[in-house]
């Protein structure tokens, strides 16, 4: 069973910085895009990176040039150092893979910008 587990939310100030980490179990990590999404209240979830199984990635243009997503394929885990963080990056943030045509997430930590 795939298992997403993510760390490293908390309360920031604009302009700081923050690391998430997810941890992925329970499939061939290496071998899948992972993404981050995020949500607010009362709002779809929104894809803010990805990076693909060769490395490459995407980011949404409202986090282009502070946000840079990472993944380590030994240690299963993937990464997303946010900087220069605004109060409209508050929100949840989600761990997500597709796996065999299913999604799977996290359970989500929590990002709060604020002064």
């Known amino acids: 069973q795939v298992r997403l587990v993510e760390s490293g939310g908390g309360l920031v100030q604009p302009g700081g910085s923050l690391r998430l980490s997810c941890a992925a179990s329970g499939m061939n990590f290496r071998l899948y895009a992972m993404d981050w999404y995020r949500q607010t209240p009362g709002n779809e979830r929104e894809l803010v990176a990805r990076i693909r199984s060769n490395g490459s990635t995407n980011y949404a243009d409202s986090v282009k040039g502070r946000f840079t997503i990472s993944r380590d394929n030994v240690r299963w885990a993937l990464f997303l150092q946010m900087s220069s963080l605004r109060p409209e990056d508050t929100a949840v943030y989600y761990c997500?893979?597709?796996?065999?045509?299913?999604?799977?997430w996290g359970q989500g930590t929590q990002v709060t910008v604020s002064s």
């Open positions: 997500h893979v597709k796996f065999r045509e299913m999604d799977f």
